[in-house]
């Protein structure tokens, strides 16, 4: 779907460039606006003396034009929900690490 992003201070709005119809019923409707696609490189990592998990995190570069807003952002890996975060972007530099998930490793 064609769709054009507007920055305001607080919030992104996205207009869509064509005519879109939702249909009138009780059920929600969910529109996809974009599906963005971002090359991220991935490592595990611990600290055993502290906890017994491994950590599964992403790195992503060119992240900025992902239209991120600071606040609860809910993760996704490989189509599968892995938990929630909260994101402040003014806190990453030129990349974006994620923790997507931990694994017991230890015992």
């Known amino acids: 779907m064609p769709v054009s992003v507007s920055e305001n201070q607080t919030n992104f709005t ?3 460039d064509i005519p879109y119809d939702i249909p009138s019923r009780q059920q929600p409707i969910t529109a996809v606006l974009q599906t963005p696609t971002i090359k991220a490189s ?18 992503m570069t060119d992240w900025q034009g992902l239209n991120l807003l600071n606040g609860d952002a809910n ?4 189509n599968n929900y892995v938990g929630t975060t909260n994101l402040d972007t003014k806190a ?3 990349t974006l690490k994620l923790s997507l998930e931990k694994m017991k490793v230890f015992r």
């Open 14 to 16: 996205f207009n869509i």
């Open 42 to 59: 991935y490592q595990y990592s611990s600290v055993p003396k502290f906890s017994e998990y491994a950590y599964l995190v992403a790195s």
């Open 75 to 78: 993760l996704y890996f490989e």
């Open 92 to 94: 990453f530099g030129d």
